[in-house]
């Protein structure tokens, strides 16, 4: 009965013409089920019906233009491309093309007309589009226009499904939907006139002709309130569900005895902050009861949040429990294991790095030492998710850079420990600031702390904000940088998430800067390399024979290299604000001024120009993501699922942040009055949730 609300029982292949074949590609997106199809919504609208002038254009919209080709001609550059050039009466703009047939040439003959749709970019000379779609007539005036639905939906997709086929297997799956319509679960009172979810489903994904476009996009319409709502409640009711669950549980409480702790301490070159200590006993209070601690510790970025899972770590390992690290990222995990062993080790303990590209040999060592308690403690990336990793006696699990993990690999890593029906403690770490209402639905289910002093001595980072054109410039003064004696990275950003074309750009980095400063060291490190390879580079660079390191964004997260003071970043204005300020945050480390030079590609348009002087003028986390919402606006579909807090389909917790308070009192009426209609809730948004709620 509820179970079935938005067909969440049913797979993708009971729609008719939905193979196997195909269904492994819907897989791809994550689409397994109808519902899941139901909530693949619309990145973005496409109203092709009009074109606009090129001289009107601006930089980043999606849009349509229309004119006549003066030229198009190959290009050998470092790849092959076609290019296009069409002007109207307003403009010129060039279309680039990087895969293509050897027809187009041809068919893109000088004096045809052409329409193309496609986002407007910033090229040298002109405007361009990348890839746009195209129509090609011999004649003005003669597209045809006479489309049936005014706004087409585009959806985000993968390789082998196009629009098309997404767009028709989505309408059967609404039609099968609106013959199985499901009960109302909120009570009237909350919705008041909204449209039922069936209604919001079908207009969000086939708008009819007189909707208000923008305001679907900007989520204003009623269908996509009446969505945004319900998947909020259902993850606040979801988060609810898991917090209880967790308290109801046994845990082994580690109380300390300072055996391992008090030589610790005597052994640190500094004394934990006011803060740090604050923190830790948070921690330990929380260790040393019979519940399993779930504890948050936020922190921005070099604010010691290493030096407190240590303290944490010993104080499960003074009760003879295991503890086991998970880092976002190899470097990240090798830099925690260099660190640890280096504390922990003298005090007579044994500290593992459970790496992804380790030999077979030395993996089944390394599960050996782990099942045997012989390792104390176990570093790595999701390596440490395996089943072969079977720990004797874990006590306690620590994350860092949570945002990298989503929900449920916490949820599977803390699983992994529980033996006879005790859970090992929990704790986890982010730097990922968020303002405090949203921490209240984010982590609902955690208990958190906040570090929110940095270590004493630290000078601020000075941020500038410049145009590539005064690349030059830049480069000199990184010389005078090395020079004095000085590290310095240059991080190279692109916009596509890719790693091989990420490691291109930043090969072609290296090597133009290398032949530009023929007396500095330059290193390169990018995420194409092997872990051996990366290890000594960060090694070569600790130690200061690299000068210079040229990296790509794989350096983003937790790398301590503390006398680096200089960090160049290419084309600042591809990433998020949250992303500059955790790349930043390499900086500053030590006592020694900082600087961060932010280059951009010109032109930028004003918003962007905006952002990025918000990074000038702040050096706080919290700050910069409170401005970087209220710049943004609720308008941008970039949220909380690109800072990768939560895997919400509706939602965008910054945009909706609002509606915490409101949530919040209807979840407590619906836990109180209609438990039934929780359950419901929560199963058919949030299926993965519900063995916590039939435990
Ligand atoms: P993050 O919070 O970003 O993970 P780290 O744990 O990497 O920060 O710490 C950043 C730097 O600060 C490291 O070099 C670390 O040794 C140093 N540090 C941490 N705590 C203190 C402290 N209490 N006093 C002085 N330096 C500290
Ligand atoms: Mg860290």
Known sequence: MSYKRLLSHLTISHLPGLGDALAKKFNHLGIYTIRDLLLHLPMRYEDRSTSKQIAQLSIGEHTTIEGQIIKTELIQAKRRMLICTVKDETGIIQLRFMNFYPTMKQSMAMGKWIKAYGEVKASKTYYEMIHPQIQIREAAQSFDDSQSERYTP?????????QTMLRKFIHLALALLNRNPSAELIPAAFIKALPSVEESLTIVHQPPLDVDITQLELAEHPAKKRLIFEELLAY???????????????ATPCVVTNDYIKPFLQALPFSPTNAQQRVVQEIWQDMAKHIPMMRLVQGDVGS?????????ALGALENQKQVVLMAPTEILAEQHAINFSHWFEPLGLSVNLLSGKLTA?????????????????????HAVFVEQVKFAHLGLVIIDE??????????TLWEKGIKDNIHPHQLIMTATPIPRTLAMTVYADLDVSTIDELPPGRTPITTVVLPNTRRYEVIERIEQAC?????????????????????????????????LLPTVHVGLIHGKMKPSQKQAVMQNFKQGLIQLL???????????????????????ERLGLSQLHQLRGRVGRGSEASHCVLMYQTPLSKVTKARLNVMRDSNDGFVIAQKDLEIRGGGEILGTRQVGIADFKVVDLMRDQHLIRLIQSVSIDMLANHPASVISLVNSWLPAKTKYINA
């Not at 585009?154 to 196009?162: C, D, H, N, R, S």
């Not at 040999?361 to 990336?381: F, H, M, N, S």
Request: charge should be negative; aromatic fraction near 6%.
């Open 154 to 162: 585009i959806y985000a997709t993968t390789f082998g499904l196009t």
């Open 483 to 515: 020079l004095s004696g000085k590290q310095v990275y240059w991080v190279c950003t692109l916009v596509e998430e890719s790693d091989i074309l990420a490691a291109q750009a930043a090969e072609v980095a290296y090597e133009e800067l290398q032949a």
């Open 304 to 312: 010691g949040k290493t030096l407190v899972a240590a303290l944490a």
């Open 236 to 250: 606040h009711l979801s988060m609810q569900i898991t917090k209880s669950h967790n308290q109801s549980q046994q």
């Open 550 to 572: 040229v990296a790509t964004t794989v350096i983003e997260v937790g790398v301590d290299v503390p006398n680096a003071s200089l960090m160049v970043i290419e084309n600042a």
């Open 361 to 381: 040999k030395k993996k089944r060592e390394c599960y050996e030492a782990v099942a045997a308690g012989q390792t104390d403690i176990l570093i790595g990336t």
């Open 402 to 411: 949570q945002h990298r993990f989503g929900v449920d690999q916490r949820l």
